[in-house]
């Protein structure tokens, strides 16, 4: 291609640019086709496929039509319908100002003072400008509700599957194989979500006789949806109550609630965070009242879990399994921060339905809950809730009090009554303090403290239901309560704190306890850089004790591995261990250890970890020398099954929200959001997991890694949807055979210098040189490439098998043809 200098001048009355081709450094200048650059910005009526961009952020993808100006001759101008405009985010006060044309279908662009509208085809862009002051709040990561995206409909299918096995080096003694699974199997119909979560437990002992022992349960049945012009969720089903004043119990009904994480990332709340201290290969389970919420392996050493989210409520159940059958369990409060409302505002939860057993029976009567808290003032909120059913009520009353740097307060009471079976009418009181604070100067926070004293004849629903049904395991009366998540970091000296306490003490039973401190160090010695000291201590006290503490080192060695010394001390059993870590890529790593325990034994073990593009998958061996061997599992992955396409992918949270990727029926296109990349299968689909909800995600095409034949103009994308959609966005990718060719018509001349070239989906894919010459790219066998001529005419290329490998600069011949 040759450098083109020319000089322009603009016409007043048509806006067109006039070339002066004597500038052009061609031999035939009278083939010249400069039509499509003598208006800046015009676009043929029709219809297109564009990109909407706000203020230089992606909105979306939508078909636009063009039409004649009515302001200016010889310029075409987009029309934008109330839907595309709602999407801007536009305050209501400047909406009713707004102007339309064409039976209020498009907007009239100069009804908005300091809107700009401007096409670029060669993008595939529109880029659109709007005064900040006309649009709602927004930031850098989060778009209002007018932008967000209900996704498209579709099927998912999400599991998680841990296995063990066993094996016994003594005759005596039984090998063990167990299999556990959970999973969510959902339906997307525009906004609803359509969930139904699932468990299922494998258990085989073998020995001289074999025992087998299986079941699968259906969690969960339930659907869902935003409402997002009140920023809340209205879900219908079996549910768990989700109440900042209650504790939680199971129902089937319906809810409707404000949904914190609708709101802007910086007035949301926490989520709950769960540590611990695994002495082996271990799986770790999450559950709440029988329904499993998360479960992992884990190596070796302390562990944090803090992937869970934040619409949690109520107390966690955490079992760590280790590889030689022990089990440690301990309970993990998840009371939010205090709480506080914005001045002014309401947010509120209402709940209507029947408490149900695990098994889908009913176990109760007919209930309505309702509670709200109320933004009085800058400092002040005020809430409050009632629980009523024929034979329970509980009332609370509350109020909260910002103290700017000190933090945040929240003082509640609520009075329960319960009429239970042949017995005396209960009434009690429960008193409860909350306590938030994060200390950014300090590089400290207080995520969660709290106080909470029941009286004894105070009776929670669920307190209440296992009562009254003899037949139920009752777990004992609350008495007090105190917890405290506190995490600090020191930067000058690299080391960070966290410690967790929960002291739980019961009218009818033993107290329980549960402390959890970490320490983590950074230092250098001499030569040796980034040295790694850690230290874990946990102690589990109720019927029993369980305490123990772990003491790490680790040593970096060149490149991205490390050496680590560690002694572990639990119930009498001291250990000291060695560990190699080394990392083989972004995707997968793996660790092998040596331990030697105060009773002699020796045993040895590996663990390793992939994340791979269509599921996440670890594996472990554990030898203890004479006793034992054991191989562990976890696969974790997920089906996206839509009709833009289908394609298996990872996934963390199961059920969740996901971006379908269209990479125009191409294979192999790299895409990535979060976590290592994920190519595009063969139908060009690829399904990125784990997005945000109401926050916006970028999508992004990994240019560095893109097939030699493959092009793509536009690289980043992003979306903001809603909780549990199915977004979909599509790539513009051009894939093909690159040629360089002249072109000739059918009647022996050359294609105009300046003509464009596009392939059948309308996308630009060579402009001609001089003398028919043209670098083509994404040349695909028996597809139409077309130039469009002067006076209305197009001329077709169709490469076969038999000329696309032609020698380059070698003559192709464009057929003549009419629009």
Request: net charge neutral.
């Amino acid at each position: 291609m040759i450098l083109i200098s020319t000089f322009s001048s603009l016409s007043a009355a048509n806006n067109e640019i006039q070339f002066n081709t004597d500038l052009l450094d061609l031999e035939d200048k009278g083939n010249i086709d400069l039509g499509y650059f003598s208006r800046p910005g015009y676009i043929m009526p029709g219809q297109y496929v564009f990109k909407l961009s706000l203020n230089h952020q992606y909105l979306s993808e939508k078909k636009i039509t063009f039409l004649e100006s009515n302001q200016q001759n010889h310029l075409s101008e987009a029309c934008l319908t109330p839907d595309i405009v709602q999407q801007f985010g536009i305050i209501k006060q400047i909406q009713k100002n707004l102007q339309w044309d064409h039976d209020h279908q498009c907007l009239v662009i100069n009804s908005l003072d300091g809107m700009t509208v401007k096409s670029d085809q060669s993008k595939g862009t529109i880029n659109i400008n709007i005064p900040q002051a006309y649009l709602e709040y927004r930031t850098e990561n989060w778009d209002p509700p007018s932008s967000w995206d209900e996704g498209i409909n579709g099927l998912i299918f999400d599991y998680n599957v841990l296995a063990n096995t066993n094996f016994k080096n003594h005759r005596d003694q039984y090998d063990l194989t167990n299999i556990s699974a959970n999973g969510v199997l959902g339906l997307n119909v525009n906004e609803w979500r359509v969930r139904a979560n699932w468990q299922t437990n494998y258990l085989r002992t073998s020995n001289h006789n074999q025992s087998d022992q299986h079941n699968f349960h259906w969690d969960r049945f339930y659907a869902y949806r935003a409402l997002k012009n009140i920023k809340s969720q209205l879900m219908i089903g079996e549910n768990y109550l989700n109440s900042d004043l209650f504790d939680s119990f199971r129902f089937t009904g319906f809810g409707l609630m404000s949904d914190i994480s609708m709101l802007p990332p910086n007035l949301r709340g926490y989520a709950p965070e769960v540590a611990g201290v695994a002495q082996s290969n271990a799986n770790v389970v999450i559950s709440q009242q029988g329904r499993i919420i998360y479960q992992t392996q884990v190596p070796a050493g302390p562990f944090r879990i803090q992937n869970l989210t934040d619409a949690i409520s109520g107390t966690l159940n955490v079992k760590v399994e280790e590889q030689d059958g022990t089990v440690t369990e301990f309970n993990v409060d998840t009371a939010s921060i205090p709480y506080l409302t914005r001045p002014g505002a309401v947010r509120y939860k209402t709940s209507i339905g029947r408490p149900t057993t695990f098994d889908h029976k009913a176990q109760g009567d007919l209930f309505a809950t309702g509670e709200f808290s109320w933004g009085v003032s800058n400092g002040w909120s005020m809430f409050g809730g009632s629980l009523n059913s024929k034979n329970y009520n509980a009332l609370s009353l509350g109020f909260g009090r910002d103290l700017l740097f000190l933090g945040a307060l929240s003082l509640d009471v609520t009075q329960s009554f319960a009429k239970l079976p042949q017995q005396n009418n209960l009434s009690g009181r429960s008193y409860r303090l909350n306590y938030a604070k994060k200390l950014e100067e300090y590089n400290s926070q207080i995520q969660f403290a709290g106080y909470r004293f029941s009286e004894k004849d105070y009776l929670s629903m669920t307190d209440y239901l296992t009562l009254k049904d003899s037949r139920l395991p009752y777990a004992g009366k609350n008495k007090e309560m105190y917890t405290i998540s506190f995490s600090k970091n020191f930067p000058d000296q690299k080391t960070s704190v966290y410690l967790n306490l929960n002291h739980q003490t019961y009218w009818d039973r033993s107290s329980r306890d549960y402390y959890n401190l970490m320490i983590n160090r950074i230092f250098d010695a001499g030569s040796m850089r980034n040295i790694n000291v850690s230290l874990s201590a946990t102690q589990n006290r109720s019927d029993s004790k369980d305490y123990g503490a772990y003491l790490a080192i680790t040593l970096p060695l060149e490149s991205r591995s490390s050496v680590n010394y560690a002694f572990s001390y639990n119930k009498n059993d001291f250990n000291k261990k060695v560990s190699y870590y080394d990392r083989i890529n972004e995707r997968t790593n793996y660790q092998l250890n040596v331990a030697h325990s105060n009773n002699n034994s020796v045993s040895g073990g590996a663990y390793i970890t992939h994340v791979g593009e269509r599921a996440r998958v670890t594996a472990n061996i554990n030898h203890i020398e004479n006793q034992s061997t054991t191989l562990g599992a976890n696969l974790q992955g997920g089906l996206t099954l839509t009709a833009k396409g289908v394609d298996f992918h990872r996934v963390t949270s199961l059920g969740s929200t996901r971006v379908l990727v269209d990479t125009d029926g191409i294979k192999n296109i790299p895409v990535k959001a979060y976590g290592p990349l994920t190519t595009s299968n063969f139908l060009g689909s690829a399904v990125v997991a784990d997005v945000s909800s109401y926050y916006r995600n970028r999508i992004r095409v990994d240019i560095n890694h893109l097939p030699e034949d493959a092009e793509i103009s536009d690289s980043i994308l992003h979306t903001t949807l809603t909780q549990g959609a199915i977004g979909y966005r599509k790539f513009n990718v051009i894939s093909g055979v690159k040629r360089l060719v002249t072109l000739q018509t059918s009647n022996g001349d050359y294609l105009p210098f300046g003509t464009q070239l596009a392939n059948e989906q309308g996308r630009i894919t060579g402009l001609v040189d001089e003398k028919g010459l043209v670098y083509l790219s994404g040349i695909q066998i028996n597809q139409k490439i077309v130039a469009n001529l002067n006076h209305d005419q197009k001329c077709f290329i169709t490469f076969t098998e038999q000329n696309i490998n032609i020698d380059e600069g070698q003559t192709v011949v464009c057929e003549l043809g009419h629009k």
